[in-house]
């Protein structure tokens, strides 16, 4: 089979389009025949290894995936034995990263526990762009409690994949919705429901003296006191990507105890993947409430290109390699 494969830390050069043994399947894997995979920031890192965290897990010298790709939409060609869930013809998605990554190929053999079936009125384009951006949506806005009528949420990084589903789902449940990211993508954010809008090249939300019950923070990198003058008393604080370095330190030694004794909930959000949550971006997607944004589609050997742009942090939405 065709496979995007690296096999040293770098750039979007090191990315070779080869021919790869088609994986085997385990009694409890299905294997999906992939039609199309989104690009996460989890993959860039991957992909360039800057950080002792990401070479501690993927591989300290050479990575120990050689496939990158966590989000996969695709149709189900074969099961293992112990499979009750699935069956030859489904057409499912779900996020693999927990199995290794290994999206960016013509087939993934996955355990059927990461997996849920797709709705059939979604492009496998949009499910594909779904299943990290989405859970981490769901999952970091839910971080302090369920979402109340009224709560002032603000998200950092919103015109993302992660963003852009998270201000639509906040939206449904009555908050309202402070949105940071360059200002071409405003218009976007307006259509989706923002409520305000700031250009972080012009303006410091921890500096502006308002504050906000949940702050959602895509691409944290600030100081743990910043992050706390942005909270009301009572307020959330949850990083789900950005900073590898000092700011992870600090929220691991510290933010217990800010939490605890602070009057503020300030914490790395504990991501999972759950098929329950895959089923709820299914329903609102269904009933026209959550319309996936996707930026560009690149064919499989274009995923250079792809990477590139993802590192240029200009995409509305998500970016999609299809298969």
């Not at 370095?245 to 300030?266: E, I, T």
Request: net charge positive; hydrophobic share 40%.
């Amino acid at each position: 089979m065709k496979a995007i494969v690296y096999t040293n830390y770098g750039s979007p050069d090191v990315l070779q389009l080869t021919s790869v043994e088609k994986p085997a399947v385990k009694d409890d894997e299905v294997l999906v025949k992939v039609h199309a995979a989104s690009i996460n920031s989890w993959d860039r890192d991957q992909l360039l290894g800057k950080h002792f965290l990401v070479r501690l897990i993927g591989g300290l010298l050479k990575p120990r995936h050689k496939i990158l790709g966590a989000d996969i939409a695709g149709r189900v060609e074969a099961v293992g034995r112990n499979v009750t869930q699935f069956q030859p013809g489904d057409e499912v998605f779900g996020d693999i990263a927990g199995n290794g990554f290994g999206g960016f190929a013509e087939y993934a053999a996955v355990p059927q526990k990461l997996l849920a079936l797709k709705s059939p009125a979604m492009t496998f384009e949009q499910a594909a762009s779904l299943p990290q951006a989405g859970l981490l949506a769901l999952q970091g806005l839910r971080y302090g409690g369920a979402v109340q009528s009224g709560q002032k949420i603000l998200i950092n990084g919103a015109g993302g994949g992660v963003g852009t589903i998270a201000l639509q789902y906040a939206k449904l449940c009555g908050a309202e919705v402070t949105c940071v990211d360059l200002a071409e993508k405003f218009d976007l954010l307006r259509s989706l429901g923002a409520d305000h809008l700031i250009d972080y090249t012009k303006e410091d939300y921890t500096r502006n003296g308002r504050q906000y019950d949940l702050v959602l923070d895509v691409i944290a990198h600030r100081k743990i006191a910043d992050y706390k003058r942005a909270l009301k008393p009572g307020g959330t604080f949850s990083m789900i990507g950005g900073s590898m370095g000092g700011l992870l330190l600090q929220l691991m030694l510290f933010g217990p105890l800010l939490s605890r004794f602070g009057n503020r909930k300030l914490g790395i959000m504990g991501y999972r993947p759950d098929r329950n949550d895959l089923e709820l971006l299914n329903r609102l997607f269904e009933e026209g409430r959550l319309l996936p944004v996707i930026d560009r589609c690149y064919p499989l050997h274009e995923a250079p290109d792809a990477f590139r742009y993802f590192g240029t942090g200009r995409m509305k939405g998500k970016i999609i390699i299809t298969i």
